[in-house]
């Protein structure tokens, strides 16, 4: 395995996104640096009733398995590798993201170190994903995620698919999971091309 991920997850809905994209991302690259939110956690504790805060936070207590490759970074600190150009990795995926996280990357309002670390790969024009989560869309989240993507991040809404038959939550969830993986270039079987014998 080589490659290095940047992985922030907020507090949109959704935490089981974050848990299930983890899983695959931890497989697939070297070293995953993961920036969760506050609101990032509290979302999960509600949602899939775990006992994560950020001082217990660890991949045991998020992911159910220890993952010797996954880092879990302080949002606060800035003297870290990601809140620097100069540290090459390849991608960071924001997931779920928040349209209040989305608002504050759109207008560069690095105030953590999960806006900050998308703030750099803008400015670097490495590969930003932000699987956000909300609905219906107000004016401000459609002018958010135009800004976003004329600056060169990809909007990858959590928007699951059904062509595949998925039947469990997790199946659903795995949809976009897996174009997430896509669009960073790894080669997932989680769910076949379409119209295509593999
Ligand atoms: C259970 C729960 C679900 C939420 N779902 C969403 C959502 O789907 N999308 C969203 O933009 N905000 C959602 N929020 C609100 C965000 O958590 C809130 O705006 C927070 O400030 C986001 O902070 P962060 O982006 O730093 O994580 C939700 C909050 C809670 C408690």
Redesign the pocket.
């Known amino acids: 395995m080589t490659g290095k991920l940047v992985v922030g997850i907020?507090?949109?809905?959704?935490a089981i996104y974050a848990v299930r994209f983890l899983r695959y991302a931890a497989q697939h690259f070297a070293q995953v640096m993961v920036i969760a939110?506050?609101?990032?956690l509290?979302?999960a504790r509600?949602?899939l009733g775990l006992d994560v805060d950020a001082r217990n936070l660890s991949s045991q207590r998020l992911l159910g398995t220890e993952y010797a490759n996954i880092h879990f970074l302080n949002p606060k600190d800035y003297f870290t590798p990601p809140a620097s150009g100069s540290f090459r990795h390849d991608g960071m995926v924001v997931i779920?993201?928040?349209?209040?996280?989305?608002g504050?990357i759109a207008h560069g309002v690095s105030d953590?170190l999960?806006t900050r670390s998308a703030d750099v790969c803008l400015k670097e024009r490495r590969k930003l994903i932000l699987v956000?989560?909300?609905?219906p869309l107000n004016l401000i989240h459609l002018r958010t995620l135009t800004a976003l993507t004329e600056a060169g991040a990809v909007v990858l809404p959590a928007s699951p698919s059904f062509y595949s038959r998925p039947y469990t939550l997790e199946e659903a969830v795995d949809t976009v999971v897996a174009r997430v993986l896509q669009q960073l270039g790894v080669e997932q079987q989680i769910v076949g091309q379409w119209q295509v014998d593999e």
Do not use: F, I, K, Y
């Open positions: 907020t507090g949109a809905s959704g939110s506050e609101h990032a509290s979302v509600t949602e779920p993201c928040s349209m209040g996280t989305a504050r953590d999960l956000v989560r909300e609905t």
